[in-house]
């Protein structure tokens, strides 16, 4: 699933290939991705502008032009391409943006969110209103104050967007067992010390997550090793749990995370 550093990643993408380049047309070849617009009025309102700057906040993804702009979102399984125009197209393409150097191609085989119109600034304002600050850029003590007034478990805090925007299973787990604290763990029981932990070790993930574009695989990350079928942890060697808690599947180490 595409979390914060993904985005980032696909950000760079619009950045080094596309900023500054022209839409000569949107082929949309799945409106089923398209949110609250269709495919003839996308096409009208980028074509003939150009792309700027993008942005990014949590897990959206915000492509500027010097008019509108296009929120995308990847949900499960979506991804950002570019490509030449004469490289033949995925099947999972969904949304195809034309310049004349080649194409920024919207994918996604689960089609679960998809793409947005904002015509004006405010628009984009009133499309993420509901996000939490987000997760890279969050101060300690915004962050520690949200934590210190929150019911429920500390892993579903963390993966609620709008309480801080960008952290999804992989992020938050890997945040947790570095901080040694367990995902049931009630966010309003956390001590100061925890709250500080939790803080600082989302800042050393993020860090190290964003430059590789994911959450990096490595064998020393609880994310490295979550996947095999007797999973170990990378810190103690313990037989690693697996649990749900506020509907998201989660991996812990029952020895270093003991509260």
């Keep these: 699933m595409p979390e914060l ?5 696909f950000r760079r993408v619009l950045t080094e290939h596309a900023e ?29 502008h150009r792309l700027q700057a993008p942005e990014r906040h ?4 915000l492509a500027h032009t010097d008019g509108p702009t296009v929120l995308l979102h990847f949900g499960m399984t979506g991804d950002l391409r570019w490509s030449p125009a004469d490289e033949p197209r995925h099947r999972h393409d969904r949304v195809v943006f034309v ?24 628009a984009v304002e009133r499309e993420l209103a509901e996000l939490g600050p987000d997760a890279s850029t969050v101060s300690r ?39 040694g604290i367990r995902p049931r763990q009630q966010c309003r029981d956390l001590a100061e010390g925890q709250r500080q932990r939790l803080h600082q070790q989302m800042r050393h993930v993020l860090r190290a997550s964003i430059p590789a ?20 942890c990378p810190r103690c060697d313990t037989p690693l749990r697996r649990d749900r808690v506020g509907g998201r599947s989660t991996v812990w180490c029952p020895r270093c995370q003991p509260g």
């Excluded at 949590?58 to 993804?61: E, F, H, S, V």
Aim: hydrophobic share 40%; glycine share 12%.
């Design 5 to 9: 550093p993904d985005v980032e990643g």
């Design 20 to 48: 500054g380049h022209t839409v000569e047309r949107v082929e949309v070849l799945d409106a089923g991705v398209l949110r609250d617009i269709r495919p003839t009025d996308l096409d009208r309102a980028v074509t003939g």
């Design 58 to 61: 949590g897990k959206w993804l």
């Design 99 to 122: 310049t004349g150097d080649g194409e920024l191609r919207y994918r996604d085989m689960r089609k679960l969110q998809g793409l947005r119109l904002a015509l004006e600034r405010g």
């Design 141 to 179: 003590r915004k962050f520690e104050a949200m934590l210190a007034g929150r019911r429920g478990a500390v892993k579903a805090m963390l993966v609620d967007q709008t309480v801080v925007a960008g952290l999804g299973n992989l992020l938050s787990d890997e945040i947790l067992w570095r901080a």
């Design 213 to 232: 574009g994911c959450v990096p695989p490595r064998p020393d990350w609880l994310t490295g090793v979550r996947d095999d079928p007797a999973a170990r």
